[in-house]
């Protein structure tokens, strides 16, 4: 296990790496001369020949391209993201300042998907075949259809302009939170049902429900007591993957709920070319994809203890 | 009796049978007649519009629905109808577009990482893992954007990050496929690799790549879509409904047709492929995730 965890580590540095290259390469290659961007930063609109000069100097970008990312990177392992652009102030603080409105985000997201998911996708295995599951699995799959930004632009408009029970911008209190967190939710909510059912389907069909059965208890208490933390098992492994919709998804309910979060601040930091920003919230992304998809692995060994990662057993 | 079959005729059956197959299920219909649809709206888009989806005219601007404009006008006095029939092609040709190079891109990069295993395969393979390991659409904004906002940049970066899937496919499919008798018979009968994996190898890794397809463009056209949102994809004036929503924005209460009208396009399109893409898989008794 232990083996397999610093594996799964050294590949969040393979993540890392290749990921935090392909912007670098992108950022570097992308029309305009980033000492003249450094140095309007930090100058102000205008700038002399000999002031962009100085900072290409100081900042190393005279340098070979592969030199200056290794140098990036030596910088970064250290915890040296740079400084953002716009505001002069270092790149891992203003990460990190922004961090709390995500994570409360995603968690509530994660919480509405759940919520949402589990008890749907555990009647539609019980109603198998049946109306209800047909119409449930429709919506699911309509769920997964609907481009998120409209969907929050429809609960701002229900609930905050016509109805006026819910602000539709900031951050801050729960009531902030409710619409943002819906609109994710429900998309992820559609995989977390499908997923829901077929492993209730699965559990269905095992002998110990059909015990269960045998000796006379209500089809409720089968569902709900026997079958429901069985069925749980694929669920929880889908939620790495889930997360993965968080942050993307994150990254455009932010912009149009006006949360200060990390997702806004990458959007706008790539509006800028603010480089140090954007690379750090790059790595971050990484860094937690990666990492909740291992803590992931480790709760499901946990929770189901047929299963062990040994030695070549590897898997993204 | 099946000697007798050519081997073109061999390889075409299991996908006409499938596609036949799938399209008599309730969920591959009804997804045929949504994408079929949307075909329609490309290709007679233009013609079937009913105003010239250019015409500004400030007076009558965000008017609601009726007989002249039967979807309203947007703040600059266009017809909201005529240009989402205009934009169908963008919205769904980008989708097309990016599924397009990244299948052909993925398909032959991970048929060769299965073929040549050792060196190019951990190369390849290795940074296929680590991108899968990435939120994509996260790469793509960041992409786009360094790039500058326009149609083709934020085609270039959701390839960028689109190819992976596909080479996962096809990579497996290859690996499965090469020890099989007819490989080794035509190994045998002096067929170079190249030869061998475009002719022997390759069509039989089809069905796979044909429903990964399927949900990648659901997919990539509410991705391109999202970067339009965004602002990072498509410029005004082009008619495309990530775009047109998010001029919608600034105009919920007052015209709130501006931004119901393109959303339902887009959502109604890439429930089409989904349907498609879940009829398929069953059909071809494709084993594999639905989308990543």
């Known amino acids: 296990m232990l083996a397999y965890v610093v594996r799964r580590l050294g590949f969040l540095v393979l993540v890392a790496v290749v990921v935090s290259f392909i912007t670098f390469a992108f950022m570097r290659l992308a029309p305009g001369d980033p000492a003249e961007l450094i140095a309007i930063g930090r100058f102000g609109e205008h700038v002399t020949e000999a002031q962009v000069e100085q900072v290409r100097q100081q900042e190393g970008l005279e340098a070979p391209l592969p030199v200056q990312y290794v140098r990036w990177g030596a910088r970064a392992a250290r915890g040296d993201l740079g400084r953002s652009l716009v505001s002069g102030e270092p790149a891992a603080a203003e990460i990190l300042g922004r961090l709390p409105a995500t994570v409360e985000l995603a968690v509530a997201a994660l919480l509405v998907s759940l919520l949402l998911g589990v008890p749907v996708g555990t009647v539609c295995a019980s109603h198998r075949g049946r109306p209800l599951d047909v119409a449930a699995r429709g919506g699911a799959l309509l769920g997964v259809s609907v481009p998120n930004f409209w ?102 309910v932010e912009a149009v709920f006006g949360r200060p979060g990390i997702g806004r601040l990458l959007v706008n930091s790539v509006y800028a070319r603010d480089f140090a920003v954007v690379q750090g919230c790059v790595l971050l992304f990484a860094g937690v994809y990666v990492l909740v998809n291992l803590l992931v692995d480790v709760v499901y060994a946990w929770l189901d203890p047929r299963i062990h990662y040994g030695a070549g057993g590897a898997g993204a | 009796m099946h000697e007798f079959v050519t081997g073109a005729a061999r390889r075409a059956m299991p996908l006409l049978s499938g596609l036949r197959r799938m399209a008599g299920r309730v969920d591959g219909a009804l997804g045929c007649v949504l994408l079929c649809g949307v075909l329609a709206a490309a290709v007679l888009g233009p013609l079937a519009a009913p ?242």
Request: net charge positive.
């Open chain 1, 151 to 252: 969907l929050a632009l429809l609960l701002i408009l229900v609930f905050s302009l016509w109805l006026g029970w819910l602000p539709s911008y900031g951050s801050g209190g729960l009531a902030r939170l409710v619409l943002p967190a819906v609109t994710l939710g429900t998309g992820m909510a559609a995989l977390t049902t499908r997923v829901m059912r077929s492993g209730a389907v699965e559990v269905l069909s095992r002998p110990y429900i059909r015990a269960a059965r045998a000796r006379g208890l209500s089809e409720r208490t089968i569902l709900w007591k026997h079958a429901l933390k069985n069925s749980l098992i694929p669920t929880v492994t889908v939620l790495g993957l889930q997360f993965g919709r968080v942050l993307e998804g994150a990254v455009i």
């Open chain 2, 51 to 292: 105003n010239d989806p250019a015409a500004d005219e400030v007076s009558r601007r965000l008017q609601p629905p009726s007989v002249r404009y039967p979807l309203g006008t947007d703040e600059l006095g266009r017809c909201v109808l005529s240009r989402l029939l205009v934009g169908t092609r963008y919205s769904v040709g980008t989708g097309v577009a990016i599924v397009a190079v990244s299948l052909l891109v993925g398909a032959v990069l991970g048929a060769v990482a299965g073929y040549a295993g050792g060196a190019a395969d951990r190369l390849i393979m290795g940074a296929v893992d680590a991108m899968l390991a990435f939120p994509g659409l996260v790469l793509a904004i960041v992409i786009a954007g360094v790039l500058g906002p326009s149609l083709f940049n934020a085609m270039l970066a959701l390839a960028a990050v689109h190819w992976t899937a596909y080479a996962r496919i096809a990579r497996g499919s290859v690996l499965s496929a090469r020890t099989e008798p007819y490989v080794e018979a035509a190994r045998a009968l002096g067929a170079g690799p190249v030869r061998l994996l475009v002719r022997h190898i390759l069509p039989n890794c089809i069905s796979p790549l044909l429903v990964m397809a399927t949900f990648g463009l659901g997919h990539m056209v509410l991705a391109a879509s999202a970067l339009s949102f965004l602002g990072l994809g498509v410029q005004a004036p082009t008619p495309e409904w990530g775009a047109m929503l998010n001029r919608g924005r600034d105009f919920l209460l007052v015209a709130p047709h501006m931004m119901t009208w393109p959303g339902l396009a887009i959502t109604l399109t890439v429930l089409g492929f989904n349907l498609t893409g879940d009829a398929l898989r069953d059909a071809m008794d494709v084993r594999q995730p639905a989308r990543l």
